[in-house]
């Protein structure tokens, strides 16, 4: 609680220190985004948005990326927690993040990130799933699901035994 607390704290003292240190328009720019609520805040350089996380001591969950192997050349977008947590746990949320439209979001660059996810971080220690769905609304004929991190999307989720492509067809994802 205390935490959660210091957090909010610390977000509120950004937005009343640094004015305009934000973006209002969270549709393109570096961006994190909380997972529980979908509210994005965008900054205009990656300095800036490294600068916001570590005055708020927020660290990204999950790290979804455009482009195989974490480049973040082509875009990317953390998520964190807004309860100030800094690991999942599926007892208190089975969805500690989420997000079921990807057609809403954007990487920093700008480009859509609906069937555009390539590969993704989840950051150690974090005890996060990441279970990731073809379909807008957590739907899918075959949901992947992985605690580890995925260079690319074409070789690290598997159904049974067999590898199955979610790379450019991922619409939702939930963290939990």
Request: hydrophobic share 40%; net charge negative.
């Amino acid at each position: 609680m205390r935490r959660s607390f210091l957090v909010v704290a610390a977000l509120m003292l950004l937005s009343v220190v640094v004015p305009g240190f934000a973006r209002a328009d969270a549709s393109i720019g570096y961006c994190v985004q909380v997972m529980e609520t979908g509210q994005a805040t965008c900054f205009d350089t990656e300095h800036e948005l490294t600068a916001f996380q570590e005055e708020a001591a927020l660290q990204p969950l999950v790290t979804m990326f455009r482009d195989a192997n974490y480049v973040g050349a082509g875009g990317y977008r953390n998520y964190v927690s807004a309860y100030g947590r800094d690991a999942c746990d599926s007892s208190k949320s089975t969805r500690e993040a989420s997000s079921g439209n990807l057609e809403l979001q954007r990487f920093n660059t700008g480009q859509i990130m609906n069937d555009q996810i390539s590969s993704f971080v989840i950051r150690s220690r974090t005890f996060c799933e990441v279970s990731i769905y073809e379909n807008a609304g957590f739907q899918s004929a075959i949901v992947g699901r992985t605690t580890q991190s995925c260079p690319h999307l074409d070789r690290c989720i598997y159904s049974g035994i067999f590898a199955v492509s979610f790379n450019d067809v991922v619409s939702s994802f939930g963290v939990s």
